[in-house]
Structure formats: structure tokens, C-alpha cells
């Protein structure tokens, strides 16, 4: 399984690899929306965590040029939207821009493996 951390902290990076060890991913990264967009261009991708504050390309703005791609195979990559902000507009305009969930920062790596085997389609091994 291919999965791409999408990410401006390195620190938060590193996190999510040890949190996601047991999934045995193959892990890439990017610091912004649009490395992402690139490296989901030139690589299968089978799962995207994405932060939603992230410059110059944010992971709303990452989500909503993800999901207008007309590659099924890129358009359709589920995303697991992180946030720290508590706020129901953040959420709100994350689903609207095609998210399939979102995690609350500071990241609970149960919560979010949880999230990870309900969003993903088959199993996860």
C-alpha cells in the first residue's frame, strides 16, 4: 500500500510513519498541496493524510484539485483530512471539497488507524 503524508511539519511526518507502521505502507511525503498533486501524478497512490494548513497550497484547496482530476485512478484516492482547529467550517468545507474524513491534531494513532480501516476500500494489509 502506497500512502502519501501530505504535510508542512516534519515533526508530524515522522509521527504519522511510526503511528501507520503496522499498516507495512510504502511511505512518500510532501510539505504542500501541490508537491502532492505532483507526486499523485507519478505515483500510485492508495491513501492520502493530508493537514488542512499547509502554504503555499493548503490541503482543502490539495482536496478539491485532487477530486477534479478526470484520472479515476487519481480523483478517487481517498484522503484523511488532519486538523487542529476545532472549527465545524473548517470540517465543513473539507467534506464539501471531497474529503473522506477527518482527524483531530494532536493525533490519536488509534483514532486514526480506525479512520484508515474505514475509509479504505478491502483490506489494509
Do not use: W, Y
Amino acid at each position: 500500500m502506497n500512502v502519501l503524508i501530505a504535510d508542512d511539519s516534519p515533526t508530524i511526518r515522522a509521527l504519522l510513519r511510526v503511528f501507520l507502521m503496522e499498516l507495512r505502507p510504502n511511505f512518500f511525503e510532501a510539505t504542500d498541496g501541490g508537491r502532492a498533486l505532483q507526486l499523485i501524478r507519478l505515483t500510485p497512490i492508495d491513501l492520502v493524510i493530508a493537514d488542512v494548513r499547509m502554504s503555499p497550497m493548503d490541503g482543502i484547496t490539495f482536496v478539491r484539485d485532487l477530486r477534479r482530476d478526470e484520472r479515476p485512478r487519481i480523483c478517487s484516492v481517498p484522503v484523511v483530512m488532519l486538523t487542529g482547529e476545532r472549527s465545524e467550517e473548517v470540517r465543513k468545507q473539507g467534506i464539501e471539497a471531497g474529503a473522506n474524513a477527518f482527524v483531530l491534531k494532536p493525533v490519536d494513532p488509534k483514532v486514526l488507524l480506525e479512520t484508515i480501516t474505514r475509509i479504505l476500500p478491502g483490506p489494509t494489509q
